[in-house]
C-alpha cells in the first residue's frame, strides 16, 4: 500500500467506514458496549456507518473504542497520517504533518500521539534466546563539540535527559521504555516483565547496576573498557537502536517536553518490531480496531 492507493482506495468517509468495519468485524457485527451480536444497521442520512445494539440499546458506530472516535477531522486523512508516520524512518514533527495533510499543527500533534498510543499496544511476547540489554539517556540540549569547559551548559554529559533502557533478541523483537533511574533494581523488574529467564542468556556490558541480574539468570558481560566484541558477544545492536532513538529526537522532536519520551520511544520500537513486514500500513490498520 502506497500514498496513492490510499488516496484512490479510500476516497471519502464512506469507503473508510465500509475498510474499518470489515477490518473490526468482517462478516459479524459486535456491540463494542456489551459484545452482543443481536445488532442492526441504523438509517440515518446524514451519519454514515451507525448501528443499534438489541441487547444494551446503545447506538455506535465502527469507530467506537478506538482512536477515530469522535475526530472531526475526515478519516482519510486519518489514514494518510497513519502512513506517513509509518513511512518514515526518523518519524515525522507535528508541524510537517500539519504542512503534509493541511491541519492545524494542534491537531497534527493530537493525531500523531494517538497513532503512537496505538504502537504500545503491538502485542510482543516475552523475549527468548540471546538477548542484548543496555541503557541510553535521551532530549537535554546537544552539547557543542568545539567547546568543552566547565562553564559550557551544553557539555558531555547525563544532564537533563531520560533514561531509557531496552532489550533486544538477537535477530527477533525489541522491549525498551523510559524509567525514572538505572540503579540495581531497575533492570531486574525489566528484565522479569520482558525477558524469559529459562533457557535465554542476557549480554551486557560491565555497568555496576547489572549486577543483581548477573545473579539471577545466565549471562555473558563484554568490559567495554577492553574491547566492544568478544567473538559472539558483543551489545552493538542495541548502541545502533539507541543511536536510531536519538536521531529521532534531534533531527525531528528538538522542542518535545522529556514527558513524552515514551511515545517516540514506542514508535521506534513498533517500527524495529515491525520491519519484516512489507505492508505496515495494513499491519497497522489490522490492530488499531
Known sequence: ????????????????????????????????????????RKSENDRIGRWNCHRCRNSYNVLSGTIFQQTKQPLQKWFLAIFLLLN????????????DL??????????ASKIRGQMGKDNVGMLQGIIKYNECYIGGTPRKTHKHTDDNPNKRGRGKKQAVIGAIERGGEIKAGPVKNTT??????????????????????????YRTV??????????????????LIYTGTTERFWTLSRRT????????????????????CYKYNNRQHKDTWSNYQSNIV
Request: aromatic share 10%.
Open 102 to 111: 493541511d491541519i492545524n499543527q494542534k491537531t497534527a500533534w493530537l493525531m
Open 88 to 99: 518514515v524512518k526518523k518519524s515525522l514533527s507535528s508541524y510537517q504533518l500539519a504542512r
Open 184 to 209: 540495581s533494581n531497575t533492570p531486574s523488574t525489566f528484565i522479569s516483565a520482558s525477558i524469559d529467564r529459562i533457557g535465554s542468556t542476557l549480554m551486557t556490558d560491565g555497568c555496576k547496576s
Open 1 to 40: 500500500m502506497d500514498l496513492i492507493a490510499i488516496f484512490q482506495k479510500y476516497p471519502d468517509h464512506e469507503s473508510c467506514i465500509e475498510h474499518l468495519e470489515n477490518v473490526r468485524w468482517g462478516d459479524k457485527p459486535t456491540c463494542p458496549h456489551c459484545g452482543s451480536k443481536y445488532v442492526a
Open 214 to 231: 548477573q545473579s539471577t539468570m545466565s549471562c555473558a558481560v563484554i568490559n567495554h573498557q577492553r574491547q566492544y566484541t568478544d567473538g
Open 249 to 268: 529526537w534531534y533531527a525531528v522532536i528538538t522542542i518535545t517536553k522529556l514527558k513524552y519520551t515514551h511515545r517516540y520511544i514506542t514508535e521506534v
